[in-house]
């Protein structure tokens, strides 16, 4: 009996030890095609790794290829322009991948330019926009490079025009345009002179101050930050009001940045990297006006540089003013204008909402 019980013993020992060894052999190999599995994996993983920086290092020069873009002032260079050049200078433009080249008109005007898609951008004005909206001309402004219109009347201290009513049958320049000399009519019934009597001199002049010096007129319009700091650095007595001062319809946008159409439906993002970086570039200005008058200078070495200086004192105060930011247009000031237009019969049609946006601005 004893020699039975310890064979039986001896059976059970060696049949455990048998299990034993049979679970450490399946963990081992369990273990193993873990192990294996993960170094697959870890295989496949570095196996696709260059794919992934390929297809980085391809989207980065895609970055890197700058969109082209053309932008056509509406005259010289001058401190209205004075924001796009230091976008340029101080590469805000090259910040949002753009290569931008700023142009003068050739034969063409800016809205032209514009329209036919010769350029994606271009400076151009509110009142003038109305003839290229009837005909439909494919642009619409997208900013308001200044907040208020800084037009006027100018004359010679010692005419003693101070007024429109004082304007009553004096010489005054014009440019036959019909909206421009109706403004002055306007202004001039209104202040209680009397417009049919006064005497229209055509011609374009190009130096306000040296026509008034010469008799040439009587009274001129002109743009305070420009021709009527003109005279004062040519230290001319002058009388200078603005024509919103006495009228508020015309406290239109004068000049504004417009965009053609085609452009602004096919890259609207595009668009508005551009008008961030020519948003940083005006508020730049706004801040900074002497160094912002050195870039403008450096960038229109044909300027009077000292008329730009002073010019750009007047100006920085006037690209934001009273705005929460620059470039917004307000739409009742927008649509007041027009308004006026048609009240006038200047125009056929009404234009209301018509010719801007400010979907682009952020």
């Known amino acids: 009996m004893k020699i039975l019980k310890y064979v039986l013993v001896l059976s059970l020992v060696l049949t455990l030890t048998a299990c ?58 001058n401190t209205n322009h004075t924001g796009l050049f230091v976008a340029k200078d101080k590469g805000y433009f090259a910040e949002e991948g753009l290569e931008v080249e700023i142009v003068q008109p050739a034969d063409d005007s800016s809205s032209a330019i514009v329209g036919a898609g010769k350029a994606e951008l271009g400076i151009y004005f509110q009142p003038n926009m109305v003839k290229r909206l ?14 208020h219109n800084t037009g006027g009347i100018m004359s010679l201290k010692e005419s003693g025009i101070t007024s429109p009513k004082e304007m009553t049958g004096k010489k005054h320049s014009t440019w036959e345009d019909p909206i421009d000399d109706a403004t002055v009519k306007y202004v001039v019934d209104k202040d209680g002179g009397d417009a049919s009597t006064l005497e229209w001199i055509p011609g374009e002049s190009t130096d306000a101050t040296t026509a008034l010096k ?13 021709d009527y700091i003109h005279s004062q650095v040519k230290q001319v007595e002058t009388n200078f009001f603005l024509l919103k001062d006495y009228a508020p319809e015309f406290d239109y946008y004068t000049p504004v940045l417009i965009a053609n159409n085609d ?3 096919n ?16 508020e730049f200005a706004a801040d900074n006006a002497k160094e912002a008058a050195e870039i403008l200078i450096k960038n229109a070495p044909e300027g009077d540089a000292e008329l730009i200086r002073a010019s750009q004192e007047f100006l920085s105060t006037q690209y934001i003013a009273d705005a929460k930011s620059w470039g917004v247009i307000d739409r009742e000031r927008w649509n007041r204008f027009f308004q006026w237009l048609y009240d006038q019969k200047l125009i056929e049609q009404p234009l209301v909402d018509q010719g801007f946006s400010n979907d682009y601005l952020e």
């Not at 009837?134 to 907040?147: D, E, F, M, R, S």
């Not at 010469?214 to 420009?226: A, E, N």
């Open 20 to 77: 034993a060894g049979n679970a450490a052999d399946k963990k081992a190999e369990t273990t193993g095609q873990t192990d294996m599995k993960k170094d697959a994996v870890a295989e496949q993983s570095n196996k696709e790794q260059p794919k992934e920086e390929k297809m980085e290092t391809k989207a980065d020069k895609q970055e890197m290829t700058p969109e082209k873009l053309i932008i056509v002032l509406d005259w010289v260079p």
């Open 134 to 147: 009837l005909k439909g001309t494919p642009i619409t402004a997208v900013a308001a490079i200044l907040q």
């Open 267 to 282: 890259k609207p993002e595009v668009t508005k990297r551009a008008l961030r970086a020519i948003k940083k570039g005006y």
């Open 214 to 226: 010469l008799k040439l007129f009587d009274t001129i319009f002109v743009y305070q930050g420009w």
């Open 263 to 265: 452009f602004l439906a």
